[in-house]
């Protein structure tokens, strides 16, 4: 008599997994997206944005700032960045599948208000490098997750 | 002088970091990292101005606020490109069974 040789079992794991990427490929459902696409709005709206800083702080950069109420060029750039970070936020929010971006655009939003506060209470010279590399961050994160969407698109 | 040593605040922000990205840890490890890094020494130089007088304790925390912030925002591109690394592999995979389907079956159903 031959006694059969038991089959090595799948990892149920595994099968589990087959099984999905299967029922999919069947439903018709050849590719997922979990993040929203690569949107060139977000993408120029924000290299604009933190160049706009970077000349704000450039300026304040070169004599520092003493503490005091905002200079109405100092009001108008506040002014300018918030109508630009809620335009940035509208059209973010139009996108399906971008809450992350969502997120981060709120982040730089209150960190824009954290720097008015800054300007108002003193900057001396020496403390603009941790504010600059500070937003350069936070613009940089939107940027590098904004480009990275293009999904090795052209 | 500043009471933050930066070879014990750095390993332990990375640490932190890990924990929840730790899926996507070895996509965007060198991301995290080097951004960490001028953040962690961005809180040393903070702390050091307020040790010296150079800071208020108010002016500091708004300072501290900043780094916050921007941190958040590296961890959410973080999180933002393990999404884009697991969709990938994903749709490879889906790419996979479809010509195994297409193959088996000798047309392309799918």
Known sequence: MITPT??????????????????????????????????????????????????????????????GDLSKAEVAFFEKASVDLSSLRVRAAAISKNDITIAMLANLTESMSTLEELVKS???????????????ASTGAILKLELAKKRGEK | MSSINFGTLFPKMLAAAQGPLKKQWPVVKDYV???FKKIGESILFIETQRALGKMTDEQARLHLKLQTLASKNVLLAAEGLGYLAVEAAINAALAVVKDAINTALKFPLI
């Open chain 1, 6 to 67: 038991p089959s090595r079992p799948v990892a149920p794991a595994l099968l589990r997994l087959f099984t999905l990427l299967f029922g999919l490929a069947l439903a018709g459902c050849t590719s997922i997206t979990l993040i929203s696409a690569y949107d060139e709005g977000t993408d120029k709206g924000i290299t604009e944005f933190q160049k706009s800083v970077e000349t704000f702080l450039t300026g304040v950069e070169r004599t520092g700032r003493p503490a």
């Open chain 1, 122 to 136: 003193g900057i001396t010279k020496e403390q603009i490098k941790p504010i600059r590399d500070a937003l350069n």
């Open chain 2, 33 to 35: 990292e080097s951004e």
